[in-house]
Nanobody
């Protein structure tokens, strides 16, 4: 059974930093493309960042230069370091896992990030 458990979301002031973590189980972690998505109230879920099995990364334009995605294959964990946070970063952040070559995406339950101005 696939489980993705996010942690680290909280209330933070604009300009601050947060690190989200996602612990995965039930998958061959190193064979998965891991990602972070977010969904703000009234908006669709959007891609934040992904990291491939080989460590290649991809970011949404809105977070480039501020957010960094990383993975620790030994700990089956993916991280999202968020710096210079803005109120528009407020959303529920979801961890995702997709096996390389597959189309099915597994999701975590989400963690709330709120950035106050």
């Amino acid at each position: 059974q696939v489980q993705l458990v996010e942690s680290g979301g909280t209330l933070v002031q604009a300009g601050g930093s947060l690190r989200l973590s996602c612990a995965a189980s039930g998958i061959r972690f190193s064979f998965n493309v891991m990602g972070w998505y977010r969904q703000a109230p009234g908006k669709q879920r959007e891609l934040v960042a992904t990291i491939g099995s080989g460590g290649n990364t991809n970011y949404a334009d809105s977070v480039k230069g501020r957010f960094t995605i990383s993975r620790d294959n030994a700990k089956n964990t993916v991280y999202l370091q968020m710096n210079s946070l803005k109120p528009e970063d407020t959303a529920v952040y979801y961890c995702s896992a997709r096996r390389v070559g597959a189309t099915v995406i597994n999701w975590g339950q989400g963690t709330q990030v709120t950035v106050s101005s």
